[in-house]
């Protein structure tokens, strides 16, 4: 589904890229909804269980999908084409038209680009390629971290009161302690 939903992405940001001239249906709104890989549930599905499955493979599969979302969307703020096109939308009269929900999003669309680095310099955009890698690869570190992590606490159930009953009878050990 990972591949589904980037292979979806990349053509709509072709689609829009290559949109003439810019409407709020040619640029704007395919942004807003699937095929865009934020808005695809497909997305959710693919990453969710990195953070609940019991299965060491499936967590493993679904973090490598989060890199996958996590790269390209990195990749999709750095769009000098769609940018373009999102800038070309932005100074139209049909923009400045837009209520206040759609017009919000235009902004919210050039911030995101902008913050991707394409209001800076060569340099600056290396600089911040170089820092949004290194925080890519610490947030990937930190889920795996996080899903694979075994630690184990014991309570009194005097720790742990307002909790079901039935709740803290299955974690019960013959100590009487509650382990979670």
């Known amino acids: 589904s990972t591949t589904q939903v980037l292979k979806a992405a990349e053509e709509n940001l072709a689609k829009v890229a290559a949109a003439d001239p810019p409407t709020f249906q040619s640029v704007i709104y395919p942004l807003m909804c699937a095929p865009n890989y934020k808005t695809n549930v497909l997305n959710c599905q693919s990453t969710f269980l990195q953070h609940c499955s019991t299965d060491a493979k499936v967590r493993e599969a679904a973090e490598e999908a989060g890199k996958q979302f996590a790269a390209f969307k990195a990749a999709s703020r750095r769009n000098q084409a769609v940018f373009d096109k999102v800038k070309q939308f932005a ?27 394409l209001a800076l310099d060569a340099a600056q955009r290396e600089e911040l390629q170089r820092l949004l890698d290194a925080d890519a690869a610490a947030c990937a570190k930190y ?4 899903g694979s992590d075994a630690t ?26 509650i382990t979670l």
């Open 91 to 117: 100074a139209t009269a049909e923009c400045k038209a837009l209520g206040t929900h759609e017009a919000h999003f235009v902004e919210a669309l050039l911030a995101d680009f902008r913050r991707g680095g």
């Open 143 to 146: 889920g795996s971290n996080l």
């Open 152 to 177: 184990k606490l014991t309570f009194t159930e005097a720790e742990l009161e307002g909790l079901p009953a039935a709740f803290l009878a299955e974690r019960k050990g013959a100590d009487g302690k």
